[in-house]
């Protein structure tokens, strides 16, 4: 049972990728990629920046970057895959323990809504899983992040206006939003700052499962260490559900030299095909190893 669990998990994965275009750029040797015409359409993940490229230029992260999914060989992160909270609050700890991850249950017993039916991961998770390269663009009064996996973009207000405080399901106030509403600033020239609350509460923080309230606040920090390399670290505070902040992680970004990557989706038809013919008949079996997706 255990070897059959672990094989439909590894199955999962690829299913929920579903993108064979960019599993076969990635398995490419660079001496293949290198004795082929270059389209400009395509992304090359053997195409790596090398080196810090020189200084990073002050107040800029405009550009392609790729991150630790990417096929690139970005450096993992710190705790951005399998995070570990803080202590929870009562309700914290009842709200995790209703979640049953992938990781855990496998794909016949989790009930999380993405593995199950595509829904968005919504933020802060969507920074965090499945992070294969971002886009980040910036016009006078907001920047725009451009997020591979899934094709969804997020907006963040660099006018000066405050976080809103009026965020409420079912009431007059505004209604949350898978990413919620994000404020940003530069706090040097080589750190932008972002601030995010208003978050849809039937998301996860985190693919393992960790709550959030729609009031969290989650603070992202993007430093641009040199040219070439970005690194980006959050935290949230919900302290309806944690007793002190929660180090979501650190993630690491390098520069995609031609501007390029690839369409990288979820299907929900594809993913009901595998869960009726594969996932579902597999069952699950709690004493199992946890797997990784």
Same mark, same amino acid.
């Given at each position: 049972?255990?070897?059959?669990?672990?094989?439909?998990?590894?199955?999962?994965?690829?299913?929920?990728?579903?993108?064979?275009?960019?599993?076969?750029?990635?398995?490419?040797?660079?001496?293949?990629?290198? !004795?082929? +015409?270059?389209? &400009?359409?395509?992304?090359?993940?053997? $195409?790596?920046?090398?080196? /810090?490229?020189? *200084?990073?230029?002050?107040?800029?992260?405009?550009?392609?970057?790729?991150?630790?999914? !990417?096929? +690139?060989?970005? &450096?993992?992160?710190?705790?951005?895959? $399998?995070?570990?909270?803080? /202590?929870?609050? *009562?309700?914290?700890?009842?709200?995790?323990?209703?979640?049953?991850?992938?990781?855990?249950?496998?794909?016949?017993?989790?009930?999380?809504?993405?593995?199950?039916?595509?829904?968005?991961?919504?933020?802060?998770?969507?920074?965090?899983?499945?992070?294969?390269?971002?886009?980040?663009?910036?016009?006078?009064?907001?920047?725009?992040?451009?997020?591979?996996?899934?094709?969804?973009?997020?907006?963040?207000?660099?006018?000066?206006?405050?976080?809103?405080?009026?965020?409420?399901?079912?009431?007059?106030?505004?209604?949350?939003?898978?990413?919620?509403?994000?404020?940003?600033?530069?706090?040097?020239?080589?750190?932008?700052?972002?601030?995010?609350?208003?978050?849809?509460?039937?998301?996860?923080?985190?693919?393992?499962?960790?709550?959030?309230?729609?009031?969290?606040?989650?603070?992202?920090?993007?430093?641009?260490?040199?040219?070439?390399?970005?690194?980006?670290?959050?935290?949230?505070?919900?302290?309806?559900?944690?007793?002190?902040?929660?180090?979501?992680?650190?993630?690491?970004?390098?520069?995609?030299?031609?501007?390029?990557?690839?369409?990288?989706?979820?299907?929900?038809?594809?993913?009901?095909?595998?869960?009726?013919?594969?996932?579902?008949?597999?069952?699950?079996?709690?004493?199992?190893?946890?797997?990784?997706?």
């Amino acid at each position: 049972m255990r070897n059959l669990l672990a094989g439909v998990i590894v199955s999962v994965a690829a299913v929920l990728a579903l993108s064979s275009a960019a599993i076969a750029q990635t398995g490419e040797s660079q001496s293949n990629q290198t !004795s082929k +015409a270059k389209s &400009p359409w395509k992304y090359y993940p053997m $195409d790596r920046a090398v080196g /810090p490229g020189g *200084p990073a230029p002050k107040r800029d992260l405009s550009g392609t970057w790729a991150g630790p999914g !990417s096929g +690139a060989a970005v &450096p993992r992160g710190t705790n951005a895959q $399998d995070p570990t909270a803080p /202590p929870m609050t *009562p309700l914290g700890q009842r709200l995790f323990d209703m979640h049953k991850p992938i990781g855990k249950y496998s794909p016949a017993g989790t009930n999380d809504p993405h593995t199950r039916y595509c829904d968005p991961f919504g933020f802060p998770q969507n920074m965090t899983d499945e992070i294969r390269g971002i886009t980040i663009t910036t016009l006078a009064d907001r920047t725009f992040i451009l997020i591979q996996y899934m094709n969804i973009w997020r907006e963040i207000w660099t006018d000066g206006r405050a976080l809103p405080t009026d965020v409420e399901s079912g009431k007059d106030g505004l209604d949350p939003r898978y990413n919620g509403y994000s404020v940003g600033h530069w706090e040097d020239d080589y750190t932008f700052v972002v601030d995010t609350t208003g978050l849809d509460p039937n998301t996860w923080a985190t693919k393992n499962g960790y709550p959030h309230t729609i009031n969290a606040h989650v603070q992202e920090r993007f430093h641009r260490d040199s040219k070439n390399d970005m690194t980006l670290t959050m935290t949230m505070d919900d302290p309806k559900l944690y007793t002190k902040q929660f180090f979501l992680g650190e993630q690491h970004f390098r520069w995609i030299p031609n501007q390029m990557f690839d369409e990288f989706n979820c299907i929900p038809s594809q993913v009901q095909e595998y869960l009726k013919e594969m996932g579902d008949p597999a069952g699950y079996d709690l004493h199992a190893a946890p797997q990784r997706r």
